[in-house]
């Protein structure tokens, strides 16, 4: 287990981040302050909890045993449970906008993450990454391994009886590396037919009106996942 990229954590409060992030989820110029608040209570939780690791998939997947030319991991990254608390803390307190920046921040910094795991495999490995590999997205790496995927990590992290990881803010994939400089990773959200990813931007009226309701900006589609509403 390897504490978060420091790189992405280290850009985590910049101006140039958090400005970035602001812009994709149309935030307003007045909201900067609260905005590195919120950003700055998370960075200083996520350097004591955050972190990675990665393990050798084993080849007991008919998938992966047919792929001669590739090896695969599974990789896990989390951002630790003080986010957790800190958002539930939020909510009780009614600072919803604020529970909301979390949950647009943290996705944002996963997002980095694999950013920075591409670069890990390519500084200290033979290989590359040719292609993510989530699961509930594909035949061949369904949902129902998740629990068994992370038996073989640290205890850190787990998930309950509906798949849902635990802390909230980790992911778990599985990657496909490769020597084949012809195959290049595209992106991890290439092929990616999941409609329910908070990274997904929901265009309903209604659902927006919804949000607009609870709190005092415009919300994308994530904010609902977050108190359950939708």
């Given at each position: 287990?390897?504490?978060?990229?420091?790189?992405?954590?280290?850009?985590?409060?910049?101006?140039?981040?958090?400005g970035?992030?602001?812009?994709?989820?149309?935030?307003e110029?007045?909201?900067?302050?609260?905005?590195?608040?919120?950003?700055?209570e998370m960075?200083?939780?996520?350097?004591?909890e955050?972190f990675?690791?990665?393990?050798?998939?084993?080849?007991?997947?008919?998938?992966?045993?047919?792929?001669?030319?590739?090896?695969?991991?599974?990789v896990?990254?989390?951002?630790?449970?003080?986010?957790?608390?800190?958002?539930?803390?939020?909510?009780?307190?009614?600072?919803?906008?604020?529970?909301?920046?979390?949950e647009?921040?943290?996705?944002?910094?996963?997002?980095?993450?694999?950013?920075?795991?591409?670069l890990?495999?390519?500084r200290?490995t033979?290989?590359?990454?040719?292609k993510?590999?989530?699961?509930?997205?594909?035949?061949?790496?369904?949902?129902?391994?998740?629990p068994?995927?992370?038996e073989?990590?640290?205890?850190?992290?787990?998930?309950?009886?509906?798949?849902?990881?635990?802390?909230?803010?980790?992911?778990?994939?599985?990657?496909?590396l490769?020597?084949?400089?012809?195959?290049?990773?595209?992106?991890?959200?290439?092929?990616?037919?999941?409609?329910?990813?908070?990274?997904?931007?929901?265009?309903?009226h209604?659902?927006?009106?919804?949000?607009?309701?609870?709190?005092?900006?415009?919300?994308?589609?994530?904010?609902?996942?977050?108190?359950?509403?939708?």
């Amino acid at each position: 287990m390897a504490a978060f990229f420091p790189e992405a954590l280290d850009k985590f409060i910049s101006p140039a981040f958090l400005g970035k992030v602001r812009r994709k989820f149309h935030y307003e110029d007045k909201q900067a302050d609260e905005f590195r608040l919120v950003a700055k209570e998370m960075l200083s939780l996520m350097r004591k909890e955050a972190f990675w690791e990665r393990k050798t998939a084993a080849m007991d997947n008919p998938r992966l045993a047919e792929e001669s030319d590739s090896v695969y991991e599974n990789v896990i990254m989390s951002l630790g449970r003080g986010l957790d608390c800190l958002q539930e803390s939020y909510c009780e307190r009614g600072l919803l906008s604020r529970s909301y920046m979390i949950e647009v921040l943290a996705s944002e910094l996963l997002l980095q993450g694999y950013n920075a795991y591409n670069l890990y495999i390519k500084r200290h490995t033979d290989f590359h990454v040719a292609k993510y590999h989530f699961l509930g997205s594909e035949d061949g790496f369904p949902l129902e391994i998740l629990p068994r995927l992370l038996e073989n990590f640290t205890q850190e992290v787990s998930c309950n009886e509906a798949f849902c990881m635990i802390p909230k803010k980790s992911v778990a994939f599985v990657a496909e590396l490769t020597r084949n400089e012809q195959i290049q990773c595209e992106g991890i959200c290439v092929g990616c037919n999941n409609v329910y990813c908070q990274n997904r931007m929901e265009d309903s009226h209604s659902v927006r009106r919804k949000i607009v309701e609870m709190a005092d900006m415009p919300l994308t589609y994530g904010y609902s996942r977050i108190f359950g509403k939708i």
